[in-house]
């Protein structure tokens, strides 16, 4: 029998206001291959220079001693795309509530994951969030459901992940829904109360079963 067991966090309920017109997106991953960032910075490039929208980019999150290259080979992207002026790499994020309180959407551009706690902060704060399809962001978005909290798209495919941003800059109603679906989806199901119930559920049925026996 497998047992499913979530990690809980503290939802955040405040949210501020962009009111600039220019959509802001990020990403918060420490720096190194299976994460995908120059996925990220391949969106981005593909919603400016093809599609001419206003939008910036955060990426955010430690760079590794042990990924310097890879790191190396991000900022060279971004530079050779002329996006130092749209993508912003402001590195370890000590406050992650007021990180995600200042963006417009949440982009996690995995190629491999498990329960990504990002993508539970994301919704907590009430962003729609677009994530790759890979690990556990699918049962986590619900996104083939009436009340997703986000949008899947395939990995390693920049072209997916720009027209999914390019899907919430342009129906703001949809971003309001999926950010209060996951809002509402932290809280019920993620909160440190439920759980906190469910831990103890198991544990104390199972202890009960081992002390039968």
Same mark, same amino acid.
């Given at each position: 029998?497998?047992?499913?067991?979530?990690?809980?966090?503290?939802?955040?309920?405040?949210?501020?206001?962009?009111?600039?017109?220019?959509?802001?997106?990020?990403?918060?991953?420490?720096?190194?291959?299976?994460?995908?960032?120059?996925?990220?910075?391949?969106?981005?490039?593909?919603?400016?220079?093809?599609?001419?929208?206003?939008?910036?980019?955060?990426?955010?999150?430690?760079?590794l001693d042990g990924y310097k290259?890879? =790191?190396?080979?991000?900022?060279?992207? %971004? /530079? #050779?795309? $002329? @996006?130092?002026?749209?993508?912003?790499?402001? &590195?370890?994020?000590?406050?992650?509530?007021?990180?995600?309180?200042?963006?417009?959407?949440?982009?996690?551009?995995?190629?491999?994951?498990?329960?990504?706690?990002?993508?539970?902060?994301?919704m907590a704060a009430g962003i729609?969030?677009?994530?790759?399809?890979?690990?556990?962001?699918?049962?986590?978005?619900?996104?083939?459901?009436?009340?997703?909290?986000?949008?899947?798209?395939?990995?390693?495919?920049?072209?997916?992940? =720009?027209?999914?941003?390019?899907?919430? %800059? /342009? #129906?703001? $109603? @949809?971003?309001?829904?999926?950010?209060?679906? &996951?809002?509402?989806?932290?809280?019920?199901?993620?909160?440190?109360?439920?759980?906190?119930?469910?831990?103890l559920s198991i544990y104390t049925?199972?202890?009960?079963?081992?002390?039968?026996?």
């Amino acid at each position: 029998m497998l047992l499913f067991l979530y990690n809980y966090l503290h939802p955040d309920t405040s949210r501020d206001d962009n009111n600039s017109g220019i959509i802001i997106t990020g990403t918060i991953a420490n720096w190194n291959p299976l994460k995908g960032l120059e996925y990220f910075v391949k969106a981005i490039s593909i919603i400016i220079n093809e599609h001419n929208l206003k939008v910036k980019g955060i990426i955010g999150g430690r760079r590794l001693d042990g990924y310097k290259s890879y =790191a190396d080979s991000i900022d060279v992207l %971004i /530079n #050779n795309n $002329k @996006l130092e002026n749209v993508i912003s790499c402001p &590195g370890y994020i000590s406050d992650i509530p007021r990180f995600l309180n200042n963006i417009d959407c949440f982009v996690l551009t995995s190629i491999s994951e498990a329960c990504p706690i990002v993508i539970l902060e994301a919704m907590a704060a009430g962003i729609p969030v677009i994530a790759t399809d890979v690990g556990g962001n699918r049962e986590l978005l619900l996104p083939e459901t009436n009340n997703p909290a986000g949008i899947i798209v395939p990995s390693k495919q920049p072209e997916a992940i =720009a027209n999914a941003v390019i899907k919430v %800059i /342009n #129906n703001r $109603k @949809l971003a309001y829904r999926m950010g209060k679906n &996951g809002r509402e989806l932290a809280s019920e199901i993620y909160s440190i109360e439920t759980c906190g119930v469910k831990h103890l559920s198991i544990y104390t049925k199972y202890s009960r079963v081992n002390n039968a026996n």
